[in-house]
């Protein structure tokens, strides 16, 4: 199934992971670039930055395989099956950038609603009783298995 394929599908947790790589690349981006104020926006960047690291093992299941982790890691990215339980996570990280507002408004409010914006998808992908489906590009449906 191609990319295009995979987006017709109208499948939600096929538009929550791809909205889940833009986050992993935005929160990487705008944690680092707020880094540099000198105010609490230090801590919630660093967040930001930890929050793109941790979607990376969600969102792409190959690199668990790939990258040196410890067991309780592993374990703790493999509970994250459901469309809920990424909803979930999706907006946790979503309400502690929000929370960011309070110390000073910076652009990592634009993480905050592309994070909630994927949680959206995966709470309608739940909420249409679609499963979870990985999409073939970033490692789902056997792609790690065939490697191992």
């Known amino acids: 199934m191609t990319i295009a394929e995979e987006f017709r599908s109208r499948n939600f ?10 986050c992993i690349i935005l929160c990487f981006a705008l ?5 540099f104020h000198f105010n609490l926006v230090i801590l919630f ?10 979607l990376i093992f ?22 994250v099956t459901t469309n809920y339980i990424r ?24 993480a905050a609603v592309l994070l909630m914006l994927a949680a959206v998808f995966y709470a309608l992908a739940g ?14 449906q056997g792609v790690a298995q065939m490697i191992v």
Not at 67 to 74: A, E, I, L, Q, R
Not at 93 to 104: F, T
Not at 127 to 140: A, E, P, R, Y
């Open 31 to 35: 944690g680092i670039a707020n880094i």
């Open 45 to 54: 960047s660093v967040l930001c930055i930890v929050s793109a690291f941790v």
């Open 127 to 140: 909420l249409k009783g679609q499963g979870f489906v990985g999409s073939k590009t970033l490692g789902g």
């Open 87 to 110: 909803a979930g996570v999706y907006l946790a990280m979503s309400a502690i950038q929000w929370i960011s507002i309070v110390a000073k408004p910076t652009s990592l409010i634009a």
């Open 13 to 22: 947790s096929i538009y929550g992971q791809w909205t889940g790589v833009l």
């Open 58 to 79: 969600i969102e792409i299941p190959l690199l668990l395989r790939i990258c040196p982790t410890s067991s309780k890691f592993d374990a703790l990215i493999r509970r």
